[in-house]
């Protein structure tokens, strides 16, 4: 095992069966995470792309080949792993306070220690004021904080995070990118973050996975050389930025009409 790598996937497969018919969503699916990276994953609708997270979050099982975290085989939701998901709203229970809700995954955490963890996942993301709100009483960009705080509280080695920002507003998302940074730069986790928005995936990650058309593999490796120190309005208003949207945009709509590695 090589310690530097904290999520390996190789040769990933999974094909839905059932009701007299298949799908082969993932074919032959192969990447490999660094301890510590932040990887955003793009692609055309329909590609696979939640497919690929639930396999990897163990929630889902694979028709073929091997998903590896920290050197040991996925077969089911692994401790060391968070998940966020675009649907905040179906992801917190209303009648529990935004201190409840995040206190959820911590259960066999000894009281004291939990009520730390969740103080320092609530100030992490701006919400200490909200502790004993419920979540209908917030903003969709709140409770997905409340979504975040949730999934840091629980101190994971990697967080996947699914379209997580779909559904908030663009100034609201924005914040919510800066804040993933932050915490990332802060915890030193391992992130791999699927977005539609090729624009976000090139702000926020170190690298961008295209994927391809179904059965999906992925068509190019992009690496993102922007400097560390992330700007909404400079970094994205830089030349490199727009080389980087570009060459990702003309990946995507290449994977749209159906191209493929070695094409
Ligand atoms: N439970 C299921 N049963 C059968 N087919 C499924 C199931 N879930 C997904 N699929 C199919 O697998 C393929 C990949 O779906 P998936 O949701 O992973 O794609 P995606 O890249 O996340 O899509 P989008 O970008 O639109 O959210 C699609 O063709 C979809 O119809």
Not at 34 to 48: D, H, T
Request: proline share 6%; charged share 25%; with cysteine.
């Amino acid at each position: 095992m090589d310690p530097s790598v904290s999520l390996d996937v190789a040769g990933l497969a999974k094909t839905y069966t059932g009701h007299g018919r298949s799908v082969e969503a993932v074919r032959d699916l192969t990447f490999r995470i660094g301890r510590g990276e932040l990887v955003c994953i793009v692609g055309p609708s329909g590609a696979g792309k939640t497919t690929l997270l639930r396999c990897i979050a163990g929630l889902l099982p694979t028709s073929g080949g091997t998903i590896t975290l920290d050197g040991a085989p996925v077969t089911a939701p692994p401790a060391g792993m968070a998940v966020v998901f675009q649907e905040y709203g179906r992801s917190l229970f209303p009648w529990l306070t935004v201190r409840k809700n995040v206190e959820l995954p911590l259960r066999r955490t000894p009281r004291a220690q939990r009520t730390l963890n969740v103080d320092a996942a609530l100030a992490a993301v701006g919400l200490t004021e909200s502790a004993d709100a419920h979540p209908w009483q917030l903003s969709g960009g709140m409770q997905q904080r409340v979504a975040i705080a949730r999934a840091i509280a629980y101190e994971p080695s990697v967080l996947l995070m699914d379209e997580p920002f779909a559904a908030v507003d663009a100034q609201t998302r924005a914040d919510l990118e800066d804040l993933v940074r932050a915490l990332w730069h802060r915890l030193g986790i391992t992130v791999l973050f699927v977005t539609h928005d090729i624009d976000e995936s090139v702000y926020l990650g170190q690298r961008v996975l295209v994927l391809s058309n179904r059965p999906t593999v992925v068509l190019e490796d992009v690496r993102i050389d922007l400097p560390d120190e992330r700007d909404q309005l400079q970094t994205r208003s830089s030349k490199e930025f727009a080389d980087l949207r570009g060459r990702v945009y003309e990946l995507v709509q290449l994977a749209k009409r159906g191209h493929r590695p070695g094409d």
